[in-house]
């Protein structure tokens, strides 16, 4: 019996077919060997194989360049895979010598070269072409391949695109079925000529001009269309389009109202993403028409009215529903109807009013977010029912009173956000129920006690408990978080010293301990945090087309629905995790991927004492550094030099002498920078680079400096000016809280006595009698004075 047909895939064999041994397959044809790992030899051998039509060594640890011999041995070879390797370098010349080849998958290499004089330009019985995420050149015009009548599939992402303005038109043989391009900038103009497309994604290429409503008419078969991350303006004209499926359009200018009857022109949509346009008027009704629509995205417009009454029909198979930042109100679906299905239900920022619609409760939420609203009600205990909640965030409402101890049944928990409310009270202690929490925000509202109940949350990345009255020490569990990256204790009533255990959270890039009466010295092994850690904060709404070598050796490129589907399931909800984080004398919120670029310490506005870790200085990736409004001593080291990605440094307020080093002027990235209110003498750093941009207000408060830009001269004896005394920022925001409840009880007091006078005049008669004889004689006093006055 002759072998024909080998499919040993996916079993991570490791060298398991010798070179010396592929002579035996001279006679097969089928080779699927995807998932293991081959000699470096493999394809250099394969020409023995000679009888081999299809060959797929995807995922196979290959690398180097492709060899002149072997490969282009296979005459009759059919379909190629080598996707998924780091082979480098051009395309052999040789290739196009295989005039069977149908299919071939060269996606996620290193491939270079031009295409247009690559031998993919010679292979005219092409049918699949996918040469995505590589380094190759592709002219925009694709006019190398206007004879490839056979054409169907081309896959180009993540490539550079030429452009070429001196193209000629041209009317191509080919008419393609799926097309995927990146960073082209403009729409080929060969598109103009197709007219059977069933897949076209040109995402993130910044096309400008209005919005192609053209392609959409020529290509009645579409069945999915990304163009997002483009800047097409103009209004939508979409056509009835019964196949299309997916459709997205965010990230783009588009303008005007949605047509009013996109659910009849697109009756079978699946998933639909319009995010971060422009588009505003009314909520259209018919979205409750879509009898298949799973997913609909629809965030950061300018669409406005009330949610209609269909998105929550019976029959509905929303499972996921994003309309944040637009301008809607009412209430959250205030009619009761199907709501069971939802998954992922973002409202967040809007206008929404009323109460959180207990319905939801039925519902197998796993992200619920209904931040930045008008919920103006006391915080739902009910929620602590829905145990599939993964995400639950109710920030920036209105919401008051003690965090339900209900809320300790969301065991699978992993994102909690209730800040900036009104809440109050002490944190639940069963909150040590939560293993899996991830992040947690309740900043500024008036919460109390300790928080030592997130001490079992092993997981934990990302605390903030800013602005609230916690009080005690610093937690040493603390140090024992090792993924805690994240950790924002501002504004408190903190006590005691910074636990060195702190150090031992490696990952931490963003510290803030201000504002509390923290004492003692700043820890030496600080300089053991802002180690490089996983990315934790990214999510794509993305779709990718997946090709597999079939039984038949046929590619299937697998139905789009289905792989976005399970994009949905495993929706990453961290996407909009954000942090505050004080620096340039200004707040700054950072939010999903940029967290991972930021990093910064805060320790101003405590007690602190001794002299500044010289170890510090190892904090090179820090952008970042406030040690303000304290009581340190000693000298600035000299080591802040290394600090080469800083960008902010404040040490004012304290009691450093010494020189300012010179060696900081190795600082290039420095934007503010202040040591006003010291002890220090000398010459003020060399006025160039970053130094030459920093005034006056930079260096005050240390009257033996001098120089620019200082008006104290080096050479000439002067009087030592005499500075008042520095306000102590760090109480700014204690004081007017003290005296905004002294203005308030003052006012109610007054109040209280008026109503008390009036009350006894008007259930007395004597007094009251007394009282206008009192106003009567003053009146009169009064006029006689100021007659006499007259009169002299």
Known sequence: MVLKKLDIRYNQFQSFLPNEELGALRNIEYLLLDGNILDENFLRSSGVMSSLKVLSVAQCGLNGTLPLQGLCDLKYLEEVSLSRNEIIGRLP????????????????????????????????????????????????????????????????ENNSVILQTNSKSWIPKFQLEALTLSNCSQIPSFLHYQLHLKLLRLSKCNIGGDFPNWLLEN????????????????????????????????????????????????????VLIMSNNILEGLFPSSFGDMEYLTCLDLSYNKLKGELPIGLARKGSKLIFLRLSNNMLKGEIFPVSGNINNFRYLYLDGNNFSGPIPQALVTAPLQALDLSYNNLSVNIPAWLGNSSSLKSLALSRNH???????????????EVLDLSENNLVGVIPSC????????????????????????????YLQLLDLRDNIFS??????????????????????LQGTIPPLLCHARYLRILDLSQNDLLGPIPHCLRNIMQKAPTPFSSSFGYSVFVKFGADALINIESSMESF???????DIYAWVRAEFTTKYNTY????????????????CNQL???IPKELGNLTEIHALNLSHNHLTGAIPSEFSNLQNIESLDLSYNNLTGRIPTQLLKLTTLEVFTVAHNNLTGRTPQRSVQFATFNESSYEGNPFLCGLPLNISCTESKEIPIYPPAPNCCKDDASFLDMESFYISFIVAYANVVVAVVVVLWVNPYWRNVWFYFVESFMYSCYDFFASKRSH
């Not at 010598?97 to 491939?111: A, E, K």
């Not at 339900?404 to 699978?412: N, S, V």
């Open 609 to 611: 004492s001794g002299e």
């Open 219 to 270: 290509n009645s078969r579409l069945g999915e269309v990304h163009l997002d991350g483009n800047a097409f303006t103009g209004s939508l004209q979409l056509p009835f389009l019964p196949n299309l499926v997916v459709l997205d359009i965010s990230n783009n200018k588009i303008q005007g109202e949605l047509p009013p009857n996109i659910g009849s022109i697109l009756p079978n949509l699946f």
């Open 565 to 571: 589907n399970r994009q949905i399931m495993l929706l």
């Open 93 to 156: 010349a040789c290739l196009g010598n295989l005039t069977f080849l149908r299919v071939i998958d060269l996606t996620n290499n290193h491939f270079t070269g031009n295409i247009a004089s690559s031998p993919l330009s010679s292979l005219l019985s092409l049918e699949y072409l996918l040469i995505a995420y590589n380094n190759f050149e592709i002219p925009i015009s694709f006019e190398s391949f206007a004879n490839h009548s056979k054409l169907k599939f081309v896959t180009a």
């Open 431 to 458: 909150f040590s129920a939560f293993r899996d929490l991830k992040h947690v925000h309740l900043s500024k509202n008036k919460l109390q006690g300790e928080f030592n109940m997130f001490s079992n949350s092993s």
């Open 589 to 604: 919120s950072y939010e999903g991927d940029i967290l991972s670029y930021m990093s910064g310490v805060d320790l101003s």
């Open 472 to 493: 005690g020490s610093i937690p040493k569990w603390l140090g024992s978080t090792s993924d805690i990256t994240i950790l924002l204790l501002k504004g408190n009533r």
């Open 399 to 413: 919401l008051k009173g003690h965090i339900p101890p209900d809320y300790c049944r969301l065991e699978g928990l």
